[in-house]
Nanobody, 119 residues
Framework: QVQLVESGGGLVQAGGSLRLSCAAS??????????MGWYRQAPGKQRELVAT???????NYADSLKGRFTISRDSAKNTIYLQMNSLKPEDTAVYYC???????????WGRGTQVTVSS
């Protein structure tokens, strides 16, 4: 089993930045082999992909977020990060961490962290 815990959400003004973290714990055999990622869900909308990162470090982003958001991974800490810059009110959502055997697999989910961007 794998547990994911997100942190770093909060309230920020438009144009500001936030850095989210997601720490994975549980199976020390499985975690290093897994891809991890970030998804978000705004009120009244479906959950959508933000970015994913493979075990080896290759990344995948939602087209609309390229250039503003950066995903990274610290394998020694079993932690991924999401650096979010130039935030917009439409980035307001609950951000969820995911993990799975492939880039788009979501076998495990965290509970989410709220990001609110004020105009």
């Amino acid at each position: 089993q794998v547990q994911l815990v997100e942190s770093g959400g909060g309230l920020v003004q438009a144009g500001g930045s936030l850095r989210l973290s997601c720490a994975a714990s549980g199976s020390t055999f499985i975690i290093p082999t897994m891809a991890m990622g970030w998804y978000r869900q705004a009120p009244g909308k479906q959950r959508e992909l933000v970015a994913t990162i493979a075990r080896a470090g290759s990344t995948n982003y939602a087209d609309s977020l390229k250039g503003r958001f950066t995903i990274s991974r610290d394998s020694a800490k079993n932690t991924i990060y999401l650096q979010m810059n130039s935030l917009k009110p439409e980035d307001t959502a609950v951000y969820y961490c995911s993990a799975g055997p492939t880039m788009l697999a979501t076998d495990y989910w965290g509970r989410g962290t709220q990001v609110t961007v004020s105009s």
